[in-house]
C-alpha cells in the first residue's frame, strides 16, 4: 500500500509525531520507521536501522530530527534517547562487499527489510523514507524527507547513521591514511586525494567508479576509452546521505 489508510490525513504543521498520530487514530498500532546511511559512501558498510516509538510523552525524543541535520553530539544524545524509549529497535550492518556483489540499491532494499523483521515487535505499518519498499509483510507509506517529517524515521536514521559513523571511526584506526573518521567513507576532496596516492583500502567498495579509478580499472576523466562503464558506475556520483 503506497497511502495512508482512507480518512487519515496529516496536517503540514502536525509537527514530526503527525504520521504515528494519523495511524493510530485508525487503530493501526505499532508503527515503525525505516531508513538507511551510507548508500553514498563509497567505503564502509551500508546500514539500516527501524525504529518503533512508543505513544504519548514516552515516544517524544529531545532533539529528535533528521540524523543528517544534527550535530554528531546531537545524535549521540538523540541516539541514546531512542534506544531508551523505543519499544523496539533493530540495526542491520551490509558490509562493503555485500554491497559490491548486490549493487547499492538491492542492497539498500534488503538491509531496510531485514530491520524491520528484526524488530522484535512485528510492526502494522512501515514508514519509509523516499521510496517504496516491497516485501515488508506490512501495509506501508514512502514519505517523501521521511526523515525530517516522520518521528520513526527520524529516529531509525538515527540508529543508522550514529551505528555507521562509529564503525568507520574504528575503521579510520586500522587504515589512517583515508580520514575515513572525518569524512566518513563518503567522496571529498580529501577522500579522492588519499584514494589517488594509496589506491583503495580493503573496505572500499570496487562499484564505485571513484574507487576503481584509484585502481587503476577505470581510465580517468577525459581519457578516451571505447569500453563502457561497469554496472553501477554512476553511484560513485551519489550525493551524501
Same mark, same amino acid.
Given at each position: 500500500?503506497?497511502?495512508?489508510?482512507? &480518512? $487519515?490525513?496529516?496536517?503540514?504543521?502536525?509537527?514530526?509525531y503527525?504520521?504515528?498520530?494519523?495511524?493510530?487514530?485508525?487503530g493501526?498500532?505499532?508503527?515503525?520507521?525505516?531508513?538507511?546511511?551510507?548508500?553514498? /559512501?563509497? =567505503? &564502509?558498510p551500508? @546500514?539500516?536501522?527501524?525504529?518503533?516509538?512508543? $505513544?504519548?510523552r514516552?515516544?517524544?525524543?529531545?532533539?529528535?530530527?533528521? $540524523? #543528517?541535520?544534527? *550535530?554528531?553530539?546531537a545524535?549521540?544524545?538523540?541516539?541514546?534517547?531512542? @534506544?531508551?524509549?523505543?519499544? /523496539?529497535?533493530?540495526?542491520?550492518?551490509?558490509?562493503?562487499?555485500?554491497?559490491?556483489?548486490?549493487?547499492?540499491?538491492? =542492497?539498500?532494499?534488503?538491509?531496510?527489510?531485514?530491520?524491520?523483521?528484526?524488530?522484535?515487535?512485528?510492526?502494522?505499518?512501515?514508514?519509509?523514507?523516499?521510496?517504496? @519498499?516491497?516485501?515488508? &509483510?506490512?501495509p506501508?507509506?514512502?514519505?517523501? #524527507?521521511?526523515?525530517?517529517?516522520?518521528?520513526?524515521?527520524?529516529?531509525?536514521?538515527?540508529?543508522?547513521?550514529? *551505528?555507521?559513523?562509529?564503525?568507520?571511526?574504528?575503521?579510520?584506526?586500522?587504515?589512517?591514511?583515508?580520514?575515513? #573518521?572525518?569524512? #566518513?567513507?563518503?567522496?571529498?576532496? *580529501?577522500?579522492? +586525494?588519499?584514494?589517488?596516492?594509496?589506491?583503495?583500502?580493503? @573496505?572500499?567498495?570496487?562499484?564505485?567508479?571513484?574507487?576503481?579509478? /584509484? +585502481?587503476?580499472?577505470?581510465?580517468?576523466? &577525459?581519457?578516451?576509452?571505447?569500453?563502457?562503464?561497469?554496472p553501477?558506475?554512476?553511484?560513485?556520483?551519489?550525493?551524501? $546521505?
Open positions: 500500500m503506497s497511502v495512508l489508510p482512507r &480518512g $487519515s490525513t496529516v496536517r503540514r504543521d502536525a509537527g514530526i503527525g504520521y504515528e498520530r494519523a495511524l493510530r487514530r485508525h493501526i498500532d505499532p508503527v515503525a520507521g525505516v531508513d538507511e546511511a551510507g548508500r553514498g /559512501a563509497c =567505503a &564502509g551500508l @546500514v539500516a536501522g527501524a525504529c518503533i516509538l512508543p $505513544s504519548g514516552a515516544g517524544i525524543v529531545p532533539g529528535l530530527a533528521d $540524523s #543528517k541535520l544534527l *550535530t554528531e553530539r545524535r549521540e544524545r538523540c541516539y541514546e534517547q531512542v @534506544v531508551r524509549r523505543a519499544v /523496539a529497535w533493530s540495526v542491520v550492518v551490509v558490509p562493503h562487499d555485500e554491497c559490491d556483489r548486490l549493487g547499492m540499491h538491492v =542492497a539498500n532494499i534488503e538491509a531496510l527489510r531485514r530491520a524491520v523483521a528484526l524488530l522484535d515487535v512485528p510492526p502494522a505499518y512501515v514508514l519509509t523514507d523516499g521510496f517504496p @519498499v516491497d516485501g515488508l &509483510g506490512v506501508g507509506l514512502a514519505v517523501w #524527507k521521511g526523515d525530517r517529517v516522520a518521528a520513526c524515521i527520524a529516529a531509525a536514521s538515527v540508529l543508522a547513521k550514529v *551505528t555507521r559513523d562509529r564503525i568507520m571511526r574504528e575503521m579510520d584506526a586500522d587504515w589512517p591514511a583515508y580520514d575515513f #573518521k572525518t569524512h #566518513k567513507g563518503y567522496i571529498t576532496e *580529501t577522500h579522492t +586525494a588519499a584514494l589517488l596516492e594509496h589506491g583503495p583500502s580493503p @573496505v572500499h567498495r570496487m562499484r564505485f567508479v571513484n574507487v576503481r579509478r /584509484a +585502481a587503476g580499472l577505470e581510465p580517468s576523466p &577525459g581519457v578516451h576509452n571505447e569500453v563502457a562503464a561497469p553501477g558506475a554512476a553511484e560513485a556520483l551519489e550525493e551524501m $546521505s
